[in-house]
Structures are given as structure tokens and as C-alpha cells.
């Protein structure tokens, strides 16, 4: 898998969304640097959990499609007696 870039602003609004959740549920601030080094580390250490789970909700998706297809295949098929 190669790294996932993000834009500046996506980066920024990560970024906000660590330093509020820390502001509000722990009731600690996170300076910026702190921020980005953690929301590096998360990325780089969890971000292929969620990488491969959403691989599989979409694998799963397009499974269920391709069935749906084929059922409607299998519908239309003419009768060969």
C-alpha cells in the first residue's frame, strides 16, 4: 500500500478535530506540533486498519452487486426446449 497523501486542509481539519476531541474529552490542549506528530502516528501505524476495512465494506458492496447482476442475467435468460 503507498502512503496516503491528504491535502494541506484536510491535514488542518484532522488536526483541529485531535485538538478539540483532546480539549474536550480529556481536558488537555495539544499544541499543533503535538498534533501533527500524533495524527502521523496514527496514520502511519493504524491507518492501514481502516484502509483495509473499508477495502472490505467495498468488496463486500460490489459482491452484492455483482450477484444482483447476475440474478438479473439468470431473469432475462430465454428457455431452450
Known amino acids: 500500500m503507498s502512503d496516503i497523501k491528504f491535502t494541506p486542509q484536510e491535514k488542518e481539519s484532522m488536526i483541529a478535530k485531535l ?8 481536558e488537555q490542549e495539544l499544541g499543533q506540533f503535538d498534533a501533527e ?3 502521523d502516528f496514527v496514520s502511519k501505524e493504524l491507518g492501514a486498519y481502516y484502509y483495509n476495512r473499508g477495502l472490505h465494506d467495498a468488496r463486500a458492496v460490489f459482491e452484492e452487486r455483482i450477484e444482483s447482476i447476475d440474478d438479473g442475467i439468470y431473469a432475462i435468460e430465454k428457455e431452450t426446449n
Open 19 to 26: 485538538q478539540s476531541y483532546f480539549d474536550k474529552e480529556l
Open 37 to 39: 506528530f500524533l495524527l
